[in-house]
């Protein structure tokens, strides 16, 4: 019987050991979450595009939701991620350029089992943020937002169903250039759209004259009446509506036994506004306009001068710096401009004129650009609008030549240099 019993014991501690063995998750590693961070269309082995001049920003948020093998998901991040240097102990980025890494102010370890979403938002307002009770469905929210000259507001596309395969901060040796290459994919759209306006003088080769010099300044006050007190009253301007709402959805549609079929996927804009009922029809990529308008001011800081004999002047001259609008119909962003002819032979001026573009003296409200401009419907969100304004003065003719481009052309971290991070030791 004793015999009997010895045996069955150690019957008893072999399958504990087998068992431990199949289910003990201690042999795993530990992983830290880090992040892969760019914004388009540069996204792709980038960690520094966030920081460039045009955005400056150096900090986003994450809300990050866990979905266990077995029971509930739970919140898992609601916390903000950081730039990181490469030193011994490594500090935060705060401008310039020598970021090293992407990561939470503590740290956050990959769960050992199931995997987690992250959705992810950067700017200088936040979004109000909601989850479904099973935490699949995730909202974003800008409401009654009015939009500053240096607003940036800027969501990633949500990386969904990752879990531990995404080491933090493995680096593309190929490349030579320490490229952080893997973590978690956020790449970042911007919500609002960006404007420049310049112009230049320029005429019909038929017309060109050789003894006479033209000059053109767009004015920034111009008192049509002769009264010095209201001096300031007619200006040259650009007036885009400044606010406005937005609702960003974005849901995981698989089903929870399903591969984990790590992604990355837009944000649905809401785009069936209604009021009272009515669609709404100045609706442009998901944002619903309120109801300020924002009167932008243009003036030039130097006159621009045709030499005598030249088609164009020699020079172009800003009339507003980059600044952000909200996404709108351009047939609701009045424009007018009021602008200065000078003729000159010589030093003498012999001719000199005041004009106007959208402008009505009797008070009615300027022109709608896109009356002016005719082929540019909208102001989009991601996207950077330039108007070149070319005057005639010859021919009393102002042309407005519009160009759309990619909100961010610049290479993804082409300003920056890091050094590699190799298994955890720095190389100087």
């Avoid at 000199?352 to 300027?366: F, K």
């Avoid at 407005?400 to 993804?412: I, L, M, R």
Wanted: a negative charge; aromatic letters at 10%; charged letters at 20%.
């Amino acid at each position: 019987m004793k015999k009997f019993f010895i045996f069955a014991a150690a019957a008893v501690v072999a399958m504990a050991a087998c068992s431990k063995n199949e289910l003990n998750l201690d042999s795993v590693p530990n992983k830290k979450i880090g992040f892969e961070v760019a914004n388009y269309p540069g996204q792709t082995r980038a960690n520094v595009a966030l920081t460039n001049a045009e955005d400056g920003i150096y900090e986003f948020h994450t809300y990050a939701y866990q979905f266990p093998k077995q029971g509930d998901a739970v919140e898992f991040m609601n916390t903000d991620i950081f730039a990181w240097d490469n030193a011994a102990t490594p500090q935060k980025v705060t401008s310039g350029t020598g970021i090293y890494m992407w990561a939470p102010e503590n740290d956050y370890y990959w769960p050992k089992t199931g995997y987690i979403n992250f959705y992810s938002y950067a700017g200088t307002q936040a979004p109000a943020e909601s989850v479904s009770a099973d935490k699949k469905t995730v909202t974003l929210t800008y409401a009654n937002k009015t939009i500053a000259s240096t607003d940036n507001f800027m969501v990633a596309d949500a990386a969904l169903r990752f879990n531990s395969n995404q080491e933090t901060y493995a680096v593309d040796g190929t490349e030579g250039s320490g490229h952080v290459t893997t973590g978690v994919p956020t790449l970042f759209r911007h919500l609002l759209a960006k404007l420049y306006v310049d112009v230049k003088i320029q005429i019909p080769a038929a017309k060109v004259s050789a003894n006479t010099i033209w000059k053109v300044q767009v004015l920034d006050g111009f008192d049509f009446d002769g009264d010095s007190s209201i001096a300031d009253g007619e200006k040259s301007l650009i007036i885009p509506v400044n606010k406005g709402t937005l609702t960003l959805t974005n849901a995981d549609a698989l089903a929870a036994d399903a591969a984990l079929n790590t992604t990355t996927q837009q944000w649905t804009r809401k785009a069936d506004y209604t009021t009272e009922g009515t669609p709404d029809t100045d609706v442009v990529s998901g944002w619903k306009p309120g109801d300020t308008n924002e009167n932008v001011q243009l003036s030039q800081a130097t006159v621009l001068t045709l030499p005598v004999s030249a088609t164009e002047s020699t020079a172009i001259e800003q009339l507003l710096d980059w600044r952000t609008v909200m996404p709108q119909l351009t047939d609701n962003v009045a424009l007018q401009l009021v602008y200065k002819v000078q003729a000159l032979h010589g030093d003498t001026v012999f001719m000199e004129e005041i004009r106007t573009v959208g402008v009505v003296l009797n008070g009615d409200s300027a022109a709608d650009i896109h009356d002016l401009t005719g082929s540019l419907a909208q102001w989009e969100s991601n996207k950077k609008i330039t108007y070149h304004i070319i005057i005639d003065p010859v021919s009393e003719k102002v042309t407005f030549d519009p160009a759309v481009e990619a909100y961010d052309a610049v290479e993804a971290n082409a300003d920056d240099v890091i050094n590699i991070n190799n298994n955890g030791i720095v190389t100087p």
